[in-house]
């Protein structure tokens, strides 16, 4: 038996009579040590560390960074509660940060711990207990409201949850304080605009202020403020405004069974993760492609699925060539897959002056046209993220806002009925592309992703810590760090603070 891991059952969480979804979260979040998480989880959770270091670098060199950090000081800085809001903001908005069933969680649920483990001389392993701790909440809430007008960057409310969970759980406060800042942090959650979230630079401070709200509950909570510990559920509560088909069980719903952290896709490069796979395609393109120009490109289709589609129409009204801005050139799929198929890559720097300037790159998006394939969106409903989960917990309401989502076609593309998941050790998130170049020589070139990489499915449960470490080295991230990585959960306070600042770069 050497050298095998048997792992240790996670504790049982409260029985569905004790109490609401909210405090049964509650109870949970603050009994639970890391002893009770099973080791792929961990392992897991310290590459998505990892990965929101690599945004937070990337976000650090950038000029908007550099402007964020002039508005709210430094990563890390004598006031805590401040380094948790900036390391949030500079990891958020470039898109490089990671998903899971439901929502962009690292900005907050990496970003908060980062910020009080150092601050708290706390070790590796606490820093992993904080992160789980952070991403099941957060996932958990998110995922109640999936069903609603905001997923993605948009659904604020994920790192209201995501700063109350990350800060507490360093803290290692009692599970009323829990409840209590739960509670107050979900009375008031923000409203996303999306004028504001794609047009202006609000798209910065998005995260920094939910993340405010979340650690001002955490003060309040502390003071001896109180929150109604129904306010998930309750017909005048966060659900009823933040969820159009609500699931009010899915804050509890299998505690220490279902490990949301397991859902976690990861950026390896910037963009919507509705054009990931197309992106990929056209990177591999790119090399099979040889020597071209783009006058001998005479079409690009891009075959995909309508969640592709969603963001396309989102960003529609917003393009206007180079002076796009970055908010919707990011959920855009041509001119990223015009980039990738001339350069072979996708990079933050691509979404700037000089290079979003180049004519060519504008020549060839203008020749990418996008291409419903009803069979794509049929494995995209059948997988677990971004949605397939949420639209099995709802039954028969949730193929209404399917209907409502993507017109009544998509219910003959939705699969059978079935139970909701019992664990996610096999969940996947299909978002397909395939990439199909014509030239005007009669060549037809095609590549096809059912899943991108770094996308949730068997590779990347294999091959996660090598993607995340390359994409680490490519923010300028050093080997030195990547190096000490696997040994994150036994690196003690004083090595750990030292690791922090070396991965941040600061």
Not at 193 to 210: K, S
Not at 416 to 440: C, G, I, Q, Y
Request: charged content about 20%.
């Amino acid at each position: 038996m050497s050298g095998r891991r048997v792992e240790a059952a996670a504790p049982e969480a409260p029985t569905e009579g004790d109490g609401g979804p909210l405090e049964r979260l509650a109870h949970w979040a603050a009994g639970l040590e890391l002893s009770d998480v099973p080791q792929r989880v961990i392992d897991l959770a310290a590459t998505h560390v990892l990965s929101q270091l690599a945004a937070i670098r990337t976000g650090l060199q950038q000029p908007d960074g550099h402007r964020l950090v002039r508005a709210l000081g430094a990563p890390f800085q004598a006031d805590t509660a401040q380094s948790a809001r900036v390391l949030g903001g500079v990891g958020a908005w470039l898109n490089l940060d990671d998903t899971a069933y439901a929502g962009h969680l690292g900005p907050s649920t990496v970003g908060v711990p980062l910020a009080y483990a150092h601050a708290l001389g706390l070790s590796g392993a606490e820093l992993l207990r904080a992160v789980i701790l952070a991403d099941e909440c957060a996932a958990r809430i998110t995922s109640a409201a999936t069903l609603g007008p905001f997923r993605g960057q948009t659904a604020l409310h994920t790192h209201v949850v995501g700063a109350v969970a990350g800060r507490l759980a360093c803290e290692r406060a009692p599970a009323g304080r829990w409840l209590d800042a739960l509670a107050l942090a979900l009375s008031a959650p923000p409203w996303t605009l999306l004028r504001g979230f794609i047009a202006g630079d609000a798209r910065l401070l998005h995260v920094p202020v939910a993340v405010r709200m979340g650690l001002d509950a955490c003060d309040a909570a502390a003071g001896g403020l109180h929150g109604a510990a129904d306010i998930v559920e309750h017909p005048d509560g966060f659900l009823a405004r933040f969820a159009t088909v609500p699931l009010p069980d899915a804050p509890s719903l299998g505690l220490g069974r279902r490990w949301h952290t397991e859902t976690l896709s990861f950026k390896l490069h910037p963009g919507g993760p509705g054009i990931d796979a197309a992106v990929d395609c056209a990177v591999d393109l790119h090399t099979d492609l040889g020597t071209w120009a783009v006058e001998d490109v005479r079409e690009v289709i891009v075959e995909c699925s309508v969640y592709t589609l969603f963001a396309a129409r989102k960003a529609r009204p917003y393009l206007d060539g180079p002076r796009t801005p970055i908010g919707a050139l990011v959920l855009d799929t041509p001119y990223p897959v015009a980039t990738a198929l001339l350069t072979g890559q996708l990079v933050i720097e691509d979404f700037a002056a000089p290079r979003v300037d180049a004519p060519e790159r504008w020549r060839l998006a203008a020749k990418v046209r996008l291409v419903h394939d009803p069979e794509m969106t049929r494995e995209l409903l059948a997988g677990d993220a971004p949605f397939g989960e949420a639209l099995r917990q709802a039954g028969a309401a949730g193929r209404a806002w399917l209907a409502e989502f993507g017109g009544a076609e998509l219910l003959d593309l939705a699969p059978a009925s079935r139970a909701p998941a019992r664990d996610f050790t096999a969940a996947e998130k299909p978002t397909p592309a395939r990439v199909r170049v014509e030239l005007r020589d009669g060549r037809v070139l095609i590549r096809e992703y059912r899943i991108p990489r770094g996308g949730l499915g068997p590779e990347l449960r294999s091959r996660h810590r090598e993607l995340i470490a390359a994409k680490f080295h490519a923010a300028g991230g050093p080997a030195a760090v990547t190096r000490q990585w696997p040994g994150l959960a036994r690196t003690d306070p004083t090595r750990l603070r030292a690791l922090l600042e070396r991965a941040v770069g600061r």
